[in-house]
């Protein structure tokens, strides 16, 4: 981390400090990702996300951008669980 903080005072921007962060971290969250066998789920998460973005947008302008974005992304998570839940693994009580 202190050689990218070096490399600002030797001239780099803070903006491209940031994309380097950037590049560094999303290639270690996509290598856990593809290891994890996630990758349909984040596919699916960011197909369903979108449209609560264009909805959000629609019902609260700018404002409503965020909220309808994690109300897509909660409901996904929801629904992907439960679709995803091997028969028979549901809780019972002896």
């Not at 560094?24 to 699916?44: K, M, N, P, Q, S």
Request: charged share 10%.
């Amino acid at each position: 981390m202190n050689m990218i903080f070096m490399s600002i005072d030797a001239g780099l921007s803070p903006s491209h400090a940031r994309l380097v962060i950037l590049g560094i971290l999303g290639g270690v969250v996509g290598v856990f990702v593809l290891v994890r066998r996630l990758a349909y789920v984040a596919d699916a998460l960011t197909h369903t996300v979108f449209p609560g973005v264009v909805i959000g947008f629609a019902a609260g302008a700018a404002d409503g951008v965020f909220w309808g974005a994690l109300v897509a992304g909660l409901l996904t998570a929801a629904l992907l669980t439960l679709l995803t839940r091997p028969p028979g693994s549901a809780r019972t009580r002896h």
